[in-house]
């Protein structure tokens, strides 16, 4: 059942009179819950009276109930608390209730559906004094739509087996055209008003000549316009990686699909230095050629020199652009060919990076 719970908490006015006269009371000032129904407007002093909780409502302590109209006008002390009574919140509406199970007498709920539900039962209750609810809790029942009509020259297709002669709110189904025409909207919903998405109209459309992308080409494809739901596929050129659908369709409106994107490949931009790539830890002048693909990652290594360790950092190449980390320091010709064992990618890997280090709990 999908309703939703509000909770609003009503208190009770303190009731009272104000006398001038010193030889008598009027109405005293009382807590709430504490029952003023049954007293005078006016006491005379030395009238006594026994406060009591009203219904609803329960004594919270063994407080001075007996009160008194002293001569001067004004009533002895009481300590009487009175606490509402609790009416338990039902469970099935506790996942609304904000983690409370009960509500206090007068309290009210108010009850409402969602959109595409009907709300079946009372759509308020209050909590009595005898600790019940006045109604119980209502039912959301699903909207219901006819059945859909199908368009002129063509058909509804259900997503799933349909009986009788309704559908629930929610379900939705598919329009077709008897070839070549095309649906001017091809879905249809059973909307939260009860209403059915009117049929569509079938029409012929047709989707202009094709045409190549950058750095790729049309795999097979006669060079016309076509008609709706006909496809065309693409592929790219040697080293440049497909992103999108290969396929693209003439679609009811008359324009094609997205069409996919050829993403560069990388070269690394680097002359000396070892890199970690395809698995490999390999020296740049093994890469050949010199071209690592879009979306694939190669690793390089910088130099901790507080530490004197090695440590790795990756970039990734984005159609055509390889990054090169900041911290790589590219070795000169005598240290890359002399001394290649004291490079970062040679010695000792450091325990962690410096920015993990940095944002490692102290």
């Given at each position: 059942m999908a309703a939703t719970l509000a909770l609003l908490f009503l208190s009770q006015a303190l009731l009272y009179t104000t006398v001038t006269s010193a030889s008598v009371c009027g109405r005293p000032r009382v807590a709430e819950g504490i029952d003023v129904t049954v007293m005078k407007r006016v006491f005379e002093a030395g009238e006594e009276v026994?406060?009591?909780?009203?219904?609803?409502?329960?004594?919270?302590?063994?407080?001075?109930?007996?009160?008194?109209?002293?001569?001067?006008?004004?009533?002895?002390?009481?300590?009487?608390?009175?606490?509402?009574k609790m009416c338990p919140i039902p469970e099935q509406l506790q996942p609304f209730a904000k983690g409370r199970t009960e509500a206090p007498f007068r309290s009210v709920l108010n009850f409402?559906?969602?959109?595409?539900?009907?709300?079946?039962?009372?759509?308020?209750?209050?909590?009595?004094?005898d600790s019940s609810w006045s109604h119980p809790p209502p039912i959301c029942k699903a909207v219901n739509?006819?059945?859909?009509n199908p368009?002129?020259?063509?058909?509804?297709?259900?997503?799933?087996?349909?009986?009788?002669?309704?559908t629930m709110y929610g379900q939705e189904w598919t329009y077709e055209c008897n070839p070549p025409k095309a649906p001017s909207h091809e879905k249809g919903f059973c909307n939260a008003d009860g209403t059915t998405?009117?049929?569509?109209?079938?029409?012929?459309?047709?989707?202009?000549?094709?045409?190549?992308?950058p750095n790729g080409f049309i795999t097979f494809a006669v060079m016309r316009p076509h008609a709706y739901k006909e496809k065309v596929k693409y592929a790219c050129n040697?080293?440049?990686?497909?992103?999108?659908?290969?396929?693209?369709?003439?679609?009811?409106?008359?324009?094609?699909?997205?069409?996919?994107?050829?993403?560069?490949?990388?070269?690394?931009?680097?002359?000396?230095?070892?890199?970690?790539?395809?698995?490999r830890k390999i020296w740049i002048e093994d890469l050949k050629p010199n071209r690592v693909l879009h979306g694939e990652i190669v690793v390089f290594y910088c130099l901790n020199r507080d530490e004197k360790c090695g440590y790795p950092v990756s970039s990734t190449c984005n159609d055509g652009t390889l990054p090169i980390p900041e911290c790589f320091e590219e070795p000169g010709k005598?240290?890359?060919?002399?001394?290649?064992?004291?490079?970062?990618?040679?010695i000792r890997m450091c325990a962690a990076s410096p920015s993990e280090r940095a944002t490692r709990p102290a």
């Open positions: 026994t406060l009591k909780c009203e219904q609803g409502y329960l004594p919270s302590s063994m407080g001075t109930a007996r009160i008194r109209c002293t001569s001067t006008g004004q009533w002895t002390e009481s300590n009487l608390a009175c606490s509402p409402s559906c969602d959109d595409g539900y009907v709300l079946i039962g009372a759509n308020g209750s209050s909590c009595l004094h739509c006819p059945l859909p368009p002129r020259d063509g058909r509804v297709v259900h997503g799933r087996p349909v009986t009788g002669t309704k998405t009117e049929p569509p109209v079938c029409r012929e459309v047709s989707c202009s000549i094709p045409t190549n992308i040697e080293h440049y990686k497909l992103e999108g659908q290969a396929e693209i369709q003439c679609q009811n409106t008359g324009n094609w699909s997205s069409k996919p994107i050829c993403r560069a490949p990388c070269t690394v931009g680097i002359k000396r230095g070892r890199i970690f790539y395809n698995a005598v240290e890359y060919n002399l001394k290649s064992k004291s490079l970062p990618s040679e």
